[in-house]
């Protein structure tokens, strides 16, 4: 875009035409009477004609070599109809401002250092190193994705969008080090955008990506525990804790504690980091994020954040692409051989978050993930063409089966079920859907966007979806505006209560 916008008009180079070639109508009957006048007019005067022709010819040859090439030596158009005026009236600058090109780091090999394309021939060297620089043939049949992807050496790319995401990150980090698929063949690419000035999710994912690299992240974590513990301690930023239900506090603990399996602190194949901004303005706290009305333009732009991570990040050599959001709290380690376990072409687990003792506890969380229904399908018939459906909102009575809702927790956790739509917080799917054209809708595609949109076109292109309702993937709990009140409302309570007052 920017290459477009920014071309001088001297230096296009392309005959873009505004104005259309003039048609007139055939006419059928007497075209052979003006092809004879033509011959007999040539044979009258055709000497005539040639010194004509060869004086326009000469005239126009000396004024192409003077005003086309200027003095830099550079071509000059300067017929009209050389310009695009389709971009004439264009806001350059409002245009631009989303297109300020993207930051790249590369994490070295053992984490040693990170290399931006201006640290040139050791960042050229990375670069060779990770991707190759000749050419090479890839057989992509080899790279379809099986089963048993692990046993048979495949690679996956494992993409994480992030914005203003310091705080989930030792959690996210943690998960990805848990993680029991091979650490050698896995590639991780992150997209930070957006995020706000007071945030540093890119220093801390920089800093947290070279001690991952080098085999350390475990200990600084450990070195860091002790501040963590502080804070828990100040108690105001995880009060909530005391509400939640103590079984649940037992499986993180649990999960976050050694033992953990032996390639835990194994580096990763590879890991690069993007920062590209996308103009996400919607703010990312808890209630403003799930307001209803935000709910098309945001997952629009997220739409396109996934996409343009995929696009600059996917390698012929990537049997499977594995989504995942940042702010999963519990998620079995094994879930990418798990999911590559049931052989559909997209899989997604079932996604709960824990909640306050007085709030039930727990609660289905992710209700992207379902088959399609009758009453949605009905519903969209009398919507907008770029209307987008949210799940979960009183105001778009789909009727659907949430993937969430038919959870069994005591339930088979290979169980399957087919899928329309999926949510984004941990999505397996082959690689080869997106190289064949399957992306995240930034547009309204069915009456969806992104994901769901994304569970929909894969549909659409033939490829299988599923779901599995009692694997779970547990997502933090943020309390909302409401939650918080409540919880204050109930310190307040025992405050008076341990004060004595009635
Ligand atoms: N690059 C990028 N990442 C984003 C953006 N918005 C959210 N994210 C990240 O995308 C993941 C999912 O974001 P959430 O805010 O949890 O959005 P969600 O999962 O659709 O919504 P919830 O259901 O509320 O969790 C997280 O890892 C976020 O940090 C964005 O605008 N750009
Ligand atoms: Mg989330």
Not at 225 to 251: D, I
Not at 340 to 361: Q, T
Request: hydrophobic share 35%; glycine share 8%; net charge negative.
């Amino acid at each position: 875009m920017a290459i477009l916008f920014g071309k001088k008009r001297n230096q296009l180079e392309l005959p873009i035409s505004k104005s259309k070639q003039k048609l007139s109508p055939k006419r059928r009957d007497n075209g052979s009477q003006y092809w004879l006048k033509l011959t007999q007019f040539w044979k009258n005067n055709n000497r005539l004609l040639v010194v004509l022709l060869v004086i326009i010819g000469l005239l126009s040859l000396s004024r192409k070599l003077v005003s086309n090439w200027g003095e830099s030596g550079t071509r000059e158009l300067q017929d009209l109809e050389y310009y695009d005026f389709d971009f004439l009236e264009a806001d350059m600058e409002a245009l631009q401002k989303y297109d300020n090109g993207a930051d790249h780091f590369l994490i070295t090999k053992g984490g040693k250092d990170v290399l931006q394309p201006g640290d040139k021939e050791l960042y050229d060297q990375e670069i060779e190193m990770l991707y190759g620089s000749t050419v090479q043939t890839y057989n992509l049949d080899a790279f379809r994705g099986t089963t048993e992807g692990a046993k048979n050496r495949e690679h996956v790319l494992l993409l994480v969008p992030l914005r203003n995401a310091e705080r989930v990150l030792p959690l996210m980090f943690k998960n990805l080090m848990n993680l029991t698929y091979p650490h050698e063949l896995i590639d991780i690419a992150f997209l930070v955008s957006d995020c706000t000035e007071d945030d540093n999710t890119l220093g801390a994912l920089i800093e947290y990506s070279k001690a991952l690299q080098s085999g350390t992240l475990s200990d600084l974590f450990a070195e860091n525990v002790s501040n963590e513990q502080l804070l828990n301690e100040e108690g105001t930023r995880h009060l909530f804790l005391k509400y939640m239900r103590p079984s649940y506090l037992q499986m993180v603990e649990k999960a976050y504690s050694a033992p953990f399996h032996s390639g835990y602190d194994k580096p990763f194949r590879s890991v690069q980091i993007f920062q590209k901004d996308f103009g996400q303005a919607i703010g990312q706290g808890f209630s403003d994020r799930h307001a209803v009305k935000v709910q098309g333009i945001r997952r629009k732009l997220m739409g396109r954040a996934r996409n343009w991570l995929t696009a600059n990040a996917l390698k012929p050599y990537h049997s499977w692409v594995y989504w995942r959001d940042a702010d999963v709290e519990l998620c079995p380690g094994s879930v990418i051989q798990d999911l590559m376990s049931i052989g559909y072409d997209v899989a997604v687990p079932n996604v709960w978050r824990p909640l306050p003792e007085f709030l039930d506890g727990e609660q289905p969380y992710d209700l992207n993930s379902w088959p399609e229904s009758p009453d949605a399908l009905r519903l969209a018939q009398g919507l907008d063409e770029d209307d987008v459906i949210v799940e979960g909102y009183a105001e778009y009575p789909t009727y659907r089966v949430h993937l969430a809702y038919i959870r069994d927790p005591n339930g088979n956790p290979k169980d399957v079920l087919e899928l329309d739509g999926v949510g984004g917080v941990s999505i397996l799917a082959k690689a080869q859907l997106f190289r064949n054209g399957v992306h995240f809708p930034a547009f309204t595609f069915e009456n969806h966007a992104e994901t769901e949109a994304f569970g929909k076109m894969a549909k659409k292109m033939g490829y299988r979806v599923a779901g599995l309702p009692n694997y779970t993937l547990w997502h933090i709990y943020e309390p909302s505006d409401d939650d918080l009140k409540a919880i204050a409302e109930r310190e307040r309570g025992s405050k008076r209560t341990a004060e004595g007052s009635p």
